[in-house]
């Protein structure tokens, strides 16, 4: 959210043609395995409770994107639920949608948990054909008391 905020402040025109296209990646089912290596079976029940909270969660995402966007007059707002490895979808998407810049936020990961969860910003900024515009949170003060 950070990241539409700052693109809407600072990249987006009001009045101008623009498009904004908010793509929400829903990524794979978690495989869960035992120490011993056993996976673990969810009955269909759970399976759907998961898959419905899943899509709750990418809705309200993008309701809360949508009404972020609300004041732009001219600009188009489009937005999609893709279902994949994020890293991937959001280059396929780039490229077959011919987008002009792409903006993402960064979570901040550090040396280390960039190098076992891997970075899809990264990734990306590797792997598409436009410009890749990362924002990052500002680092949070923390008040001394």
Not at 4 to 15: A, D, H, Q, R, T
Not at 62 to 90: F, N, Q, T, W, Y
Not at 96 to 107: A, P, Q
Request: net charge positive; aromatic share 6%; glycine share 6%.
């Amino acid at each position: 959210m950070h990241a539409l905020s700052w693109c809407l402040s600072n990249v987006i025109s009001e009045n101008s043609k623009d498009s904004v296209l908010l793509l929400y990646v829903k990524p794979p089912p978690a495989v869960y395995t035992t120490l011993d290596g056993t996976g673990y079976l969810f009955s269909s029940d759970i399976m759907a409770a998961m898959d419905r909270y899943g899509y709750d969660v990418a809705q309200s995402v993008l309701e809360k994107a949508k009404r972020m966007c609300k004041d732009l007059h001219d600009v188009k707002v489009e937005s999609i639920v893709e279902h994949g490895d994020p890293r991937d979808v959001i280059c396929q998407m780039t490229q077959r949608l011919g987008v002009d810049v792409l903006v993402m936020g960064s979570r901040g990961y550090g040396l280390i948990k960039r190098a076992f969860l891997g970075s899809v910003s990264n990734h990306c900024v590797q792997n598409v054909k436009c410009p890749v515009l990362i924002v990052k949170k500002p680092k949070s003060t923390v008040a001394n008391n």
